[in-house]
């Protein structure tokens, strides 16, 4: 434990970064193993674009795995693998990670990968997942993770985009009652991509085995047992540990690049600062490797801090029940748990009094870390309630890689106030901006933007378009990155997200925040979760409407919840926010990584014409919404 007089306040350590940003960084880059120190920490020659730690050597798996190992720690488990799908559980050490990696980092070098070289993987929640991807950090070749099962088209546009020279696939996904076989889906997308990668490798699950083409395919086991270890190459450390494909529900996807050497900095500074887990504790981020999530904390993260990671394989409820998360904490001695709002309102609905929670002991849970979407808080209070634990809430993107803004638990415990993920982490000045670009007194809604240049971790650029990156993220504030998220500052710093910013509707010129209404909404005793989106209306601009999903097991009559409802945001929010129908349904739309669809949900109402996103969790839900909508006059016909 730190003396009370050692301990640093999370003040004193943002200010020493604003201070002095490239000492800050330069003493934090000395925590993990560079071939050969940057030239420079930032360099800032090529203004929008920043890139640091250049002309550094330095490998990501080096310092995953090997550098773990060389220190005394290679029996230390690196993976748990626990699979409710499979029944199965599996315990990896670093010494066992190494030789899997280095086995299969030697097929891609022998069959033509090298440093710079783009490798596609597309695998469900299993080990080899991982393996996969700091194979291919072992050679600098960039991986480009795509969530197993995504839609062939989609996987053919990052094909395309990225000019993939090989796929690394799994022969199947597993849910729960249903096989997902992936090979299908792969062999379509090669044919629809104009670009053809050199070849695919396939490791074969036993639950559905893949025909293979001759010539193009070829069998994982097969390949890594004649195969030789292939050692570690250096990169520079502004050079690309992977891209990551941001979900084009929106037209082309964009391809998130992130820089070795940051990535690794970052990363390890924020598992001991921000969320305060050691060197042989157990991490868990409930969350796919094909998200960013799963790229930062299941895979780079825990491993570069030397920490044990779990991989889960399952869901929060079906898998076999609400009880699961508990399972899996109990079973490993998991001391803190990072997962999506999302996971929560499902445990929640199906178990409201927490009942499964009796048949575990969860005395090695220290916190609960939740991000992904907002997080209200009546499922923070009722986690808090349950598990008897802090629950920190804190915001980031893909874009980022890490933590944002967030509560440093690591530094300093400040107070948590529900409903705020806190304050701003070194490595990022937020401001909250009107629409001209000034910055907003506290407690007014505006845009969140951050100044540049952007901690470390964080994107330098999209892949091979970097116009595009600067009239996404940079053109509207100058100086700034915009985050496309709207909330506000208060007194104290903290920050509020409230929503996208295409989510803050204007009501008779009222711009009003969804978040605020979902926030009430959510604190009724019967939902168990919900949305409100902005419908379009010709005498109001935008009205409100509530999507709200009831906790299993409540029979009372609907008109009375939405009666109910009504006057909850009524009597809080006042008449402007003219809330007057919350429409009850069976479930919300959503992406495979807990994100609501609210946009879509508004393209329906106001009857045009959508895209069913590549993300969504399951298309049938969009044809539930039409017909709930339809029972309350929408689209309306004009």
Known sequence: MVSQEDQLSYQKVYDDWKQDPLGFWKNQAKEITWYKAPDKILDESKKPFYNWFTGGAINACYN??????????????????????????????????????AKLAGVLKGKGIKKGDRVIIYMPMIPEAVVAMLACARLGAIHSVVFGGFASSELAVRIDDCNAKAIIAGSCGLEPGRIVPYKPLLDEAISLAEHKPDFCIVYQRDELRADLIEGRDFDWNDLVSEADEADCVPVSGEDPLYILYTSGTTGQPKGVIRPVGGHLVSLNWTMKNFYDVHPGEVFWAASDVGWVVGHSYIVYAPLVSGTTSVLFEGKPVGTPDAGTFWRVISDHNVVSLFTAPTAFRAIKRADPKGNFLKKYSLTSLRTLFLAGERADPDTINWAKDLLQIPVID??????????????????????????????????????????SGNILPPNQLGSIAIKLPLA???????????????????????????????????????????????????????????????????DHKDVAECAVVGISDELKGQVPLGLVCLTDGVNRPEGEVQK????????????????????????LPKTRSGKILRSTVC????????????????????????????????????
């Open 456 to 522: 470390p971790g964080a994107l330098p650029s999209l892949w091979k378009a970097d116009d595009r990156f600067v009239s996404a993220y940079l053109s509207k504030f100058p100086g700034y990155y915009e985050t496309g998220d709207a909330g506000l500052k208060d007194e104290d710093g903290y920050m509020y997200i409230m929503a996208r910013t295409d989510d803050v509707i204007n009501v008779a010129g009222h711009r009003l925040s969804t978040g605020a209404m979902e926030e009430i909404l959510a």
């Open 564 to 587: 109910e409802l009504v006057q909850m945001v009524r009597d809080r929010l006042g008449p402007v926010a003219f809330f007057k129908q919350a429409l009850i349904i069976k479930r």
């Open 64 to 101: 995953c795995v090997d550098r773990h190992i060389e220190n005394g720690k290679g029996e230390d488990i690196a993976i748990i693998y626990d699979s409710a799908m499979c029944k199965k559980v599996r315990k990896i050490s670093y010494l066992e990670l190494k030789q899997n990696v």
């Open 394 to 435: 804190h915001w980031w993107q893909t874009e980022s890689g890490h933590v944002m803004i967030g509560n440093p638990w690591g530094i300093e415990q400040l107070e948590i106030k529900v409903g705020s993920p806190s304050v701003p982490i070194p490595g990022f000045e937020i401001d909250v901006l009107d629409e």
């Open 603 to 638: 393209k329906i109402a106001d009857g045009e014409e959508f895209k069913v996103p590549a993300t969504i969790d399951d298309p049938l839900i969009l044809e539930e919404i039409k017909e709930a909508l339809a029972t309350i006059g929408y689209p309306k016909i004009r």
